[in-house]
């Protein structure tokens, strides 16, 4: 039976790492496409293979991750517990896709796995261990601070931007930052790989040691590669709802602005992939920097309705995936027994 819940459990990783791509490419390319910087084929391709690169790149922080992440009772307990947890993040980032509205995987991950050990708990099982500690690092504090940070640095950054161009002719400073912002498309989208492909390679790590193939010191170079194809995959496939949304309902944006956003955006997921080893969400990062950016104009543009909307599904995000995961991991308790 291990064995059967571990081949579950790497399909739907598989799952969960295809939707993170798919939808988060958005992110990624959305304002490139808007500003006609790069053309949505273009833009797609770009960003699939940076995704892909900081992925790969991103494998060798997926054991730390997985270290310092939660710990898992081993045995067919802890692995319907990842069932679980992958289970209830997956639903809960189609119904965003659906929806048209950016939301963190990492956060509906967090959320689910902390659910499904609630659940385990309830039915006499073991719990999961440093969930709290996740629960705060990865999900409370990047969601007080990362939003404020992104908002508060891009609408301060279009300053010296506009400040640079401001003897330029509008046209060619269109065409300079259109540039600018096919490079910020790629920083972005590797900067991305870097921060999920942590994520998704210490889900294979965790499931791993669960079932007792691996002692979770080193991660196996089918791990790496496993992580960084889906995440491309997903990314090729491309979730276009969530683009939509970002490029042209929350805000409008000119290519300065745009490539600000988009600059700020990949510097942050950068320093807290590397520097600092602090989980982002690509997706509140960009959202975030696009409103503080699209917020710095002389006309008001932003659709205040649909923030405030994105903002509580934000906040509903760990909370909803926690619930769906409670209740997954109750109907598979009997597998785990």
Not at 61 to 80: K, Y
Request: charged share 5%; aromatic share 8%; with cysteine.
């Amino acid at each position: 039976m291990t064995a059967v819940i571990f081949g579950v459990v790497v399909l739907l990783t598989a799952t969960f790492a295809f939707l993170n791509g798919f939808r988060d490419v958005s992110t990624s390319v959305a304002l490139a496409v808007r500003t006609r910087a790069l053309t949505p084929s273009v833009a797609v391709l770009l960003a699939a293979l940076f995704n892909f690169l900081g992925a790969l790149l991103s494998a060798t922080a997926a054991v730390a991750v997985s270290h310092t992440w939660i710990h898992l009772p081993e045995g067919d307990s802890g692995l319907s517990i990842l069932l679980a947890g992958l289970a209830s993040a997956s639903a809960w980032g189609v119904l965003m896709w659906w929806r048209g509205i950016p939301a963190s995987s990492t956060h509906a991950l967090v959320g689910g796995l902390a659910g499904a050990g609630l659940a385990s708990l309830a039915v006499g099982g073991a719990g999961v261990g440093g969930v709290d500690r996740s629960l705060m690092l990865q999900v409370g504090l990047p969601l007080l601070l990362s939003p404020v940070i992104a908002y508060v640095g891009a609408y301060l950054l279009v300053f010296p931007a506009t400040w640079a161009a401001r003897y330029t002719q509008p046209n060619v400073v269109n065409q300079r930052f259109r540039r600018s912002q096919a490079i910020a498309a790629g920083a972005v989208a590797f900067g991305h790989g870097l921060q999920d492909g942590q994520r998704v390679g210490a889900v294979l790590l965790l499931a791993l040691f669960a079932g007792g193939y691996s002692d979770g010191d080193t991660i196996p170079v089918w791990v790496a590669l496993f992580s960084a194809v889906m995440l491309t995959v997903g990314t090729l496939c491309g979730g276009w709802r969530i683009s939509h949304t970002i490029g042209y309902k929350i805000t409008r944006v000119d290519p300065l602005r745009g490539s600000v956003a988009q600059i700020y955006s990949a510097l942050m997921l950068f320093l807290g992939a590397i520097a600092l080893q602090l989980p982002l969400s690509t997706t509140h990062t960009v959202t975030s920097s696009v409103l503080g950016a699209g917020e710095n104009q002389h006309f008001a543009v932003t659709n205040r309705k649909l923030v405030m909307q994105i903002f509580g599904l934000w906040i509903l995000t760990p909370l909803a995936a926690a619930a769906g995961a409670f209740v997954f991991a109750l109907a598979l308790s009997p597998l785990g027994a």
